[in-house]
């Protein structure tokens, strides 16, 4: 340990600290990842990726393998309500939730961290961290000792029992555990033909295949709900037949266990030189099956900005501008969980006929449907800038019609893009002027998506992470220069 060096230390190997870990150093920043555990868990706790995310996958050109080694999904539910919300109409070329095991992503996540250059150490629990105003200070605890290591930033990524949170002094407001779900992975004897998702008085039980014969079976069960209760096959069993009626002839669990609705959201993302991403920021109930997946987009939303500032190339915000973009989102992912999970838990008649109402209202009307479909698969977010005098475009999802997109392809590299939709190349210099800022042009025009509209736009410049930097009408007086100004004033100087 005592040669590991690097400018940024990751704490954490899960999804969050391997994507992070991956983005910092395709921007050329060193990075050192410290996990805890020898080895990687063999339980998927998350078992899909929504849209967005995949759209993160395909910006760096990954999305390809998970496509096709996971199963597309093309409905899902919102609190185990039986009108299912359809992802087929949403606004992205991945129209679909991908059945993905958490193992699996994790596994190419790492790969190509390591691909990237990141040394990832297993086997060393960080113990402690200080700061100072140049550095940032982890004390490390592995077989070899207890050793200290220092780099410019440090990230928590590890998990919501975040040891760096807590050495950081970061707040963690919110509420304890009042119910808990249950998981258990087994074989079923006599399985059934479809998914199951019963929700009734007795409780809720999802089924679904996992593979290798084997079937999750997760829910709530009103009758085991001490802190302290374990999973037994015996209950998982009690509770599939009291809310389905059949134990599908359950046997060999190969994974039994109990999750609550502890709800706890990071009072900030940045402390100078201490950031938080994914788990270690927000703990939900794991309703909707999103937890991985916002962790993945903070990470998106991080690697570039703090590369930038590593580097030197950031202006004054552009790395608080993380928190200010991603806390919001956190806020809203507490939100909706502990909306689900109340849904989930309502056995009662009144929770029951509050769930027939909703069910029927998202079954009538198509933009609640929608409203929803979106904040689950992420789709719905957008960072609006705080000049009200912006291009109405910035802050919104850079369009992109179909997996090919031009404009994933053009993100492969970690770099912003500036796109140019005029036509007759009208913005002339601008193209010189943003290579010699390490920014690629390219020309349209280019497929649009149904979201917002495109079609006056002359210019614009898609940050790393996929989102309108800067955008210029195509009847601005002088598109050059407005493309020229807008180069100038980004929130940082080079890439
Ligand atoms: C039952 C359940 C089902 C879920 N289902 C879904 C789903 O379907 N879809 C979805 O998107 N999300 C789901 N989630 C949430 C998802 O699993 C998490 O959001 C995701 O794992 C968070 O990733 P992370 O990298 O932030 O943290 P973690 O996956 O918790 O990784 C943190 C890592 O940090 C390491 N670590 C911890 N402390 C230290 C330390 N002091 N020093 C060094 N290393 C340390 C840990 O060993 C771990 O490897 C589910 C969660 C649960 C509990």
């Given at each position: 340990m005592e040669n590991a060096s690097a400018q940024v230390i990751v704490v954490g190997a899960g999804p969050v600290g391997l994507w992070l870990a991956a983005e910092l150093a395709l921007a050329g920043v060193s990075t050192l990842v410290l996990e805890r555990d020898e080895q990687r868990s063999p339980h998927s706790k998350a078992l899909g990726l929504h849209p967005r995310t995949i759209e993160?996958?395909?910006?760096?050109?990954?999305?390809?393998?998970?496509?096709?080694?996971?199963?597309?999904?093309?409905?899902?539910?919102?609190?185990?309500?039986?009108?299912r919300l359809d992802f087929t109409g949403l606004d992205t070329p991945y129209p679909f939730m991908l059945a993905y095991p958490q193992v699996r992503t994790e596994e190419l996540l790492e790969r190509r961290a390591r691909d990237l250059g990141v040394t990832i150490v297993r086997g060393h629990s960080v113990t402690g961290l200080t700061q100072d105003d140049s550095s940032a200070t982890v004390e490390v605890t592995g077989a070899d000792g207890t050793s200290t290591l220092s780099a410019r930033f440090v990230v928590g990524c590890d998990g919501a029992g975040s040891t760096v949170r807590k050495a950081a002094g970061i707040d963690f407001p919110g509420t304890d555990s009042t119910a808990y779900g249950f998981i258990g992975e087994v074989v079923l004897d006599d399985p059934p033909g479809t998914v199951i998702s019963m929700h009734n008085a007795a409780g809720a039980v999802i089924a679904l295949p996992i593979g290798g014969g084997r079937y999750r079976v997760t829910g709530f069960d009103p009758e085991n709900q001490n802190a302290g209760d374990e999973l037994t096959l015996e209950a998982l069993r009690a509770i599939t037949s009291r809310v389905t009626g059949t134990d599908y002839g359950m046997r060999d669990p190969s994974w039994l266990t109990r999750f609550g609705n502890a709800t706890r959201h990071a009072a900030t993302y940045r402390k100078d030189r201490v950031l938080l991403a994914g788990d270690a920021a927000h703990m939900h109930w794991p309703a909707g099956g999103v937890g991985l997946n916002v962790g993945v987009q903070d990470a998106m939303n991080l690697g570039w900005k703090l590369a930038a500032e590593v580097q030197g190339r950031a202006k004054a915000g552009l790395l608080d501008g993380y928190h200010d973009e991603r806390h919001p989102v956190g806020e809203a992912l507490a939100e909706h969980t502990l909306a689900q999970g109340a849904l989930i838990t309502a056995i009662t008649p009144d929770g029951q006929a509050l769930r027939s109402l909703l069910r029927d209202l998202i079954a009538s009307h198509p933009d609640l449907e929608r409203t929803l479909a979106e904040k689950l698969a992420a789709l719905d977010i957008t960072y609006p800038p705080s000049d009200p005098a912006a291009h109405p475009l910035v802050g919104t999802r850079a369009p992109a019609a179909e997996p090919d997109s031009i404009i994933f392809g053009a993100l492969h590299g970690g770099r912003p893009v500036l796109l140019d939709l005029s036509g007759g190349g009208r913005s002339g210099r601008a193209a010189e002027a943003a290579s010699a800022m390490g920014i690629e042009t390219h020309s349209g025009p280019f497929a649009e998506t149904g979201g917002p509209d495109w079609s006056g736009v002359g210019a614009a410049i898609i940050r790393p992470d996929g989102y309108v930097w800067r955008a210029v009408d195509a009847d601005s007086p002088n598109l050059e220069s407005a493309v020229i100004h807008s180069l100038d004033s980004l929130e940082a100087t080079s890439f």
């Open positions: 993160v996958l395909a910006m760096r050109g990954l999305a390809k393998q998970f496509v096709a080694e996971g199963a597309p999904v093309p409905s899902w539910h919102f609190g185990m309500l039986e009108s």
